[in-house]
């Protein structure tokens, strides 16, 4: 399902708002229970308001599917995602995420190694 779910990622980021960086990211997370949720990035002209792919796909998750933390077993990003997105892999209690790192190469990780000594309120 891994490389389906990256297909996905990259299929969507054709669909990215990127006017100002040309920077097509796309995300695909897979719930539990089989459904699959997309998001892209969205940038805004005032860059800290626009959306990272990842939160995207991960709100639709929750909007359209009532889905919370622990529904969601893993995510295929088109890139490594940025620290904030790390937290909210992290969060929502993620089994893999998978993205092309810089060398090109598919890779997996759990949130947690992706992000160590995370923030975590519960």
């Given at each position: 399902?891994?490389?389906?779910?990256?297909?996905?990622?990259?299929?969507?980021?054709?669909?990215?708002?990127?006017?100002?960086?040309?920077?097509?990211?796309g995300?695909?997370?897979?719930?539990?229970?089989?459904?699959?949720?997309?998001?892209?990035?969205?940038?805004?002209?005032?860059?800290?308001?626009?959306?990272?792919?990842?939160?995207?796909?991960?709100?639709?998750?929750?909007?359209?599917?009532?889905?919370?933390?622990?529904?969601?077993?893993?995510?295929?990003?088109?890139?490594?995602?940025?620290g904030?997105?790390?937290?909210?892999?992290?969060?929502?209690?993620?089994?893999?995420?998978?993205?092309?790192?810089?060398?090109?190469?598919?890779?997996?990780?759990?949130?947690?190694?992706?992000?160590?000594?995370?923030?975590?309120?519960?």
């Open positions: 399902m891994t490389d389906e779910l990256f297909e996905r990622a990259v299929a969507v980021a054709e669909r990215a708002y990127a006017p100002y960086s040309n920077y097509l990211v995300a695909a997370v897979l719930a539990r229970d089989g459904r699959v949720f997309e998001g892209v990035n969205v940038e805004n002209a005032s860059y800290p308001l626009g959306i990272c792919a990842e939160r995207a796909a991960l709100s639709r998750a929750v909007v359209e599917g009532g889905c919370r933390p622990g529904d969601l077993e893993a995510m295929a990003i088109t890139v490594s995602p940025c904030g997105c790390r937290q909210w892999l992290y969060e929502f209690r993620l089994d893999r995420v998978t993205f092309r790192n810089r060398e090109g190469e598919i890779v997996s990780y759990t949130p947690a190694e992706l992000l160590p000594e995370t923030w975590d309120l519960t």
